[in-house]
């Protein structure tokens, strides 16, 4: 575990919007920051943690395909924040979602994982944020 600092959740009905924010600022100071890969995972009880969406250190993204379409990862590096806005949630949406990062990741060690696979190649997390989506 890290210090990263998610916030957003909350408990919408289907068809709703979120937007998870997560506070990576404690790592701006440090000399890797630049070269820092984001993502958001989520998990639900008997499962396990899946990547939604990634963004490397100069703006590449990707997806689960679960999630495409529907869901946008972006990244303030000013700010130090790393965001998913989620639209047209479905209760398969449901979970814990985490924010993670990793120095020196590259976007096709993610792709050749799998975005959906590729929470083993991030080192630091947060505790995550639930969000719940009702029919």
Known sequence: QGNLVESGGDSVASGQSLRLSCDVSLYMGTPAFNTYSMGWFRQTPGKEREGVAVITSVGFAD?????????????????????????????????????????????????????????????????????????
Request: proline share 3%; charged share 15%; net charge positive.
């Open 63 to 135: 997806y689960a395909a679960f999630v495409r379409g529907r869901f946008t990862i972006s990244h303030d590096r000013f700010r130090g924040t790393v965001n998913l806005q989620m639209n047209n949630l479905i209760p398969d949406d449901t979970g814990t979602y985490s924010c993670a990062i990793q120095p020196k990741l590259r976007l096709t060690t993610i792709q050749a994982l799998g975005v959906a696979k590729s929470s083993k190649v991030f080192g630091i997390w947060g505790q995550g944020t639930q969000v719940t989506v009702s029919s």
